[in-house]
């Protein structure tokens, strides 16, 4: 079954810089877009970055243009989400996404905190 598995996640002062990993198993993982999404409690899930397949083309949400990167490997089945210069605003819940024939799968998330 289709799997995606968030990592790297936690804690880090304004200014400082984390790497997300997204595992996914369980499809052809190089033929699909993938997308990450953030969510803070209580509002909506906001989109934040989108992949496409071959990894040459690459969208950002403006609020994280500049400052984040996507990134995929798909020899490893892996996309990445290098994020810089990081805010308190940043401070969310980040999930992986793929849509597999139109329907949406999601990870179970990974909690970025950004405070001093």
């Known amino acids: 079954q289709v799997q995606l598995v968030e990592s790297g996640g936690g804690l880090v002062q304004p200014g400082g810089s984390l790497r997300l990993s997204c595992a996914a198993s369980?499809?052809?993982?190089?033929?699909?877009?993938m997308s990450w999404y953030r969510q803070v409690p209580g509002k909506e899930r906001e989109w934040v970055a989108s992949?496409?397949?071959?990894?040459?083309?690459?969208t950002y949400a403006d609020s994280v243009k500049g400052r984040f990167t996507i990134s995929r490997d798909n020899a490893k089945n892996t996309v990445l989400l290098q994020m810089n210069s990081l805010k308190p605003e940043d401070t969310a819940a980040y999930y992986c996404?793929?849509?597999?024939?139109?329907?949406?799968?999601w990870g179970q998330g990974t909690q970025v905190t950004v405070s001093s």
């Open positions: 992949i496409l397949s071959g990894g040459g083309t690459t």
């Open positions: 996404h793929a849509r597999l024939r139109g329907s949406p799968y």
């Open positions: 369980g499809f052809t993982f190089s033929i699909y877009p």
